[in-house]
Nanobody, 116 residues
Framework: QVQLVESGGGLAQAGGSLRLSCAAS????????MGWYRQAPGKQRELVAS????????YADSVKGRFAISRDSARRTMVYLQMDSLKPDDIAVYYC?????????WGQGIQVTVSS
């Protein structure tokens, strides 16, 4: 089993920053693709940013230039999302994701709120 736990969410002002962290634990023996998704009220869950095992990254157009995904390669079980220049449109529950052998694992989600 694999468990993912997010932290670092909360309230920020528009233009401010937050940093999300995700800690993975369990049967993890190599570097796997990890990423962040979000779901706003009344909307479908969408990809925010992802990082492949190779380290290549992918971002939603709406966050390019503002958000940055990274991971602690030494531990291979931590992934971060630095969110700068936050906007009210970024309000959502953010979920950490890891893919192992074609199976998706999800964290419980963490709320991010941006005040205008």
């Amino acid at each position: 089993q694999v468990q993912l736990v997010e932290s670092g969410g909360g309230l920020a002002q528009a233009g401010g920053s937050l940093r999300l962290s995700c800690a993975a634990s369990g049967n993890i023996f190599s570097i796997h693709p990890m990423g962040w998704y979000r779901q706003a009220p009344g909307k479908q869950r969408e990809l925010v940013a992802s990082m492949a095992s190779s380290g290549s990254t992918n971002y939603a157009d709406s966050v390019k230039g503002r958000f940055a995904i990274s991971r602690d390669s030494a531990r291979r079980t931590m992934v971060y999302l630095q969110m700068d220049s936050l906007k009210p449109d970024d309000i959502a529950v953010y979920y950490c994701n890891m893919i192992i052998l074609g199976r998706d694992y999800w964290g419980q989600g963490i709320q991010v709120t941006v005040s205008s």
